[in-house]
């Protein structure tokens, strides 16, 4: 079965996610269950990729004449602390805080480039092209953590931490910067660095304002320590965790181990993650399906785990790496965890870092109680439960003369057929608030009619047809 689905496509570092007014439509085939309905088609939307960031201070820090002096200052310190002659091994430095529980947060949209050609030369230390380059000499100079799904959600709420790679001491810090942008500049960033063992340095950029550790420059942290909170100061599309490493000698040093890496013998890494790994980061069910605005406003989840009967109920999932071939599966089980449905979709797409997809599904004269929705991919399943309960008022007192509504979803034109009648009806078109956006009467006799939707917007209306105390009401789907 192929699946309903809206893509945002995160490839090659930054994308500002902006909509491009572009839709690819495909029909939307319906499967009937009872009264029950399962659509399962597509609806794709692409957001613009743009080039990546570009160098803004930390061109010059990664030299790092800012660090030096404070370097000088700290060799006695940093001997008495760091007496192993070894380099430092390094664990994520990002880190979801307590609380939530998705199974993934990030999405790494670019690494080193190791080839200093440019534009357009990439090779990253796996030898393909998760990298970037600039036309005026820039190639991206560490790894990118792209937060997602809702990178400004995120940030606004405080969600992910920036924590110490490996034990150090602070060598330079700067903070209280603008931390929303969402295109090339060249406003400062902030930003620490942190001394390691055998004088190797990691940088932390991009971070959110004021939200840098209270300890100052000379200040020992430990490995997994607070650091600030994920940002989009400096040059910065969107928000993100740039990481960046030199060996004592200040030569940038890419921690990830593969054979187009010259850097080093083995990985930095206590757990090196494998390379594109494809992985889900988020499961939910949802009233409406997400809204990504402009940058750099927040999203809207649309989130819901409460439903009543007729509702349009979106099962949204938000992946990493997912590449062409890529099989999902979909089960819905009822309260009783007998199997309601399961479908398969299969990724046409190519490969992109970050992407979410949906289906959405309507029950009708099914079990209340607690469903649950779960998705498989890569051989790992996901669950979350949802509750269903009583009918909203969508009832029909219509019998066996009920209307045919087609297509739903529509986007331009609706056709209503009726069984004969010699009575007016009224036909009347509500939007989620209950507001009359489109009314007329059919007349009696009158077995179909046409009519134009284009002008109303995208979302969940509700259609009711009125033939004195008889109604009919359904949900309808305007994409």
Known sequence: MTGIFIRMVYRYAFIITVLLPFISVAQYPVVQKGNSRIFSAGVCKAVTPWVNEKPNSFQNLRLPALAYPNIGKLQEVSGALFKEKAP???????????????????????????????????????????????????????????????????????????????PGIIIYKQDGNFDRHCEPNSDPWNALAIRHSEGYTTWYGHLKANSLTG??????????????????????????????????????????????????????????????????NKISTNHKVPVFPGCPETESPNESDLFRMGDTIFLLSYFSNMQTGDDVSVRIKRPDQTLWAEWNWNSPWEFYTSTYLYFFIILKEEKEGNWTYEL??????????????????????????????????????LIVKFPFTDENRELNIMDAMGISVLKTTVEKGEKKVQLDVSALGRGVYVIRIQEKELQFSEKLILY
């Open 88 to 166: 430092p091994e390094f664990i994520l430095p990002v880190k979801l805080i307590d609380g939530i529980n998705d199974p993934g947060f990030f999405s790494i949209t670019a690494y080193v480039d190791h080839d200093t050609l440019f534009p357009g030369h990439l090779l990253d230390y796996s030898c393909g092209d998760l990298t970037y380059d600039l036309d005026e000499g820039y190639n991206h100079t560490g790894t990118d953590f792209f937060l997602w799904p809702f990178p400004w959600k995120k940030m606004d709420d405080q969600e992910v931490e920036v924590v110490a790679a490996a």
């Open 215 to 280: 300890k100052e420059t000379g200040n020992y942290v430990d490995e997994g320590e607070y650091l600030g909170i994920v940002g989009s100061s400096g040059s910065s599309l969107s928000p993100h965790l740039h990481f960046e490493v030199y060996d004592s000698l200040y030569n940038l040093i890419d921690p990830f181990a593969g054979p187009c890496n010259p850097d080093i013998g083995g990985s930095m890494w206590k757990e090196q993650m494998p390379y594109k790994e494809p992985y889900v």
């Open 376 to 413: 498989t991919y890569k051989n790992k399943s996901y669950l979350h439960d949802f509750h269903v309960s009583e009918s909203q008022g969508l009832e029909n007192t219509f019998r066996n003369d009920e209307p045919e509504i087609f297509p739903n979803p529509v986007k331009d034109r």
